[in-house]
């Protein structure tokens, strides 16, 4: 039994057959209207990239692209702005992120981003902020670069995996050199223009056998305030196909062997990276219970150790 002060009742036909009123449930609202929120992340330089690191998931991609002969890479002024009023004009929320990835979008230019945040302002609407996140490996900012970043309030993901010998094993210019010198003084030129910015690191055959030595250098060389993680593991068909390319009936399941990396019959390649001279000798001293906890960590904010 349902007591009357808790019961609901639904409404009756009278014997006119006349309709009742419905009470509709009402969702999000923002400025009058059905609030409506999206996120696309950008690459309007696609794969280019200006350094060479050798687990890179996409830099193979440019083949697969098909660019035409003498056909830039680099979204041009009109598509980039019919893109811009699109992604506003399609949401009706208090904030509009909009974040930009590559390739390295830095090769694009400073100017590039001021023609961004130009026509952002153009079809901003009133009462909404605009937000802009930018990916980058670091290695071309300089003070013009950060002072237009902390005027923007831009939030920069700065590609860097832990100290020097970690970092230099795989994230190497077009000529094999490392670029961990260059990284850093990206960090020291983000901190001197307050720039707000966050670290995503790489959990690879190195790094992830290394753990406590990349967490301490990105709290305490870094001075990193967020650090993110992603663990490098592939199909091993990456390198040749495009992603999201097979049927549904061949997708896996969570829980599938085929998924773990090492097992028989997986299609999945764990680091895609070759050992160089060197790197194999670093520490293994750690425990397996905080391996883990990296491995699996996509993105997170650690406590000090």
Not at 23 to 43: D, E, W, Y
Not at 284 to 289: A, F, H, I, K, V
């Amino acid at each position: 039994m349902v007591s009357s002060a808790n019961a609901t009742t639904s409404p009756v036909a009278s014997s006119s057959n006349a309709e009742s009123p419905m009470q509709l449930t009402q969702g999000p609202q923002f400025q009058g209207r059905p609030s409506k929120r999206m996120h696309v992340m950008a690459k309007p330089i696609g794969a280019v990239c200006n350094i060479d690191c050798n687990y890179c998931y996409y830099l193979s991609k440019q083949d697969l692209l098909e660019y035409k002969k003498g056909c830039s890479p680099e979204m041009d002024g009109a598509m980039l702005e019919q893109y811009i009023k699109n992604y506003i004009q399609g949401q009706n929320t208090p904030e509009i992120i909009f974040s930009w990835q590559g390739g390295e979008p830095t090769m694009l230019g400073l100017n590039y981003f001021k023609k961004i945040v130009e026509l952002q302002t153009k079809y901003q609407p009133p009462g909404v902020k605009i937000s802009n996140d930018l990916q980058t490996n670091g290695t071309l900012l300089d003070d013009k670069w950060c002072e237009f970043l902390a005027k923007y309030n831009f939030l920069v993901g700065l590609s860097i995996d832990g100290p020097q010998m970690l970092h230099d094993a795989y994230r190497t210019n077009r000529a094999g050199r490392g670029t961990h010198k260059q990284v850093m003084q990206a960090v020291e030129l983000l901190h001197k223009h307050k720039v707000s910015f966050a670290t995503l690191t790489c959990v690879n055959n190195l790094t992830s056998k290394n753990p406590l030595e990349v967490y301490r250098f990105l709290r305490d060389e870094v001075r990193s305030p967020q650090m993110q993680f992603i663990p490098i593991v592939e199909q091993k068909t990456f390198r040749t196909d495009a992603p999201q390319t097979g049927q549904s009936s061949e997708q896996l399941r969570q829980g599938d062997k085929r998924l773990i990396p090492g097992n028989a019959n997986s299609i999945m390649e764990l680091g895609v990276c070759r050992m160089r001279l060197g790197v194999i000798f670093l520490s293994q001293s750690l425990t397996n219970g905080f391996r883990k906890t990296l491995v699996r960590c996509l993105s997170s904010i650690l406590k000090p150790v």
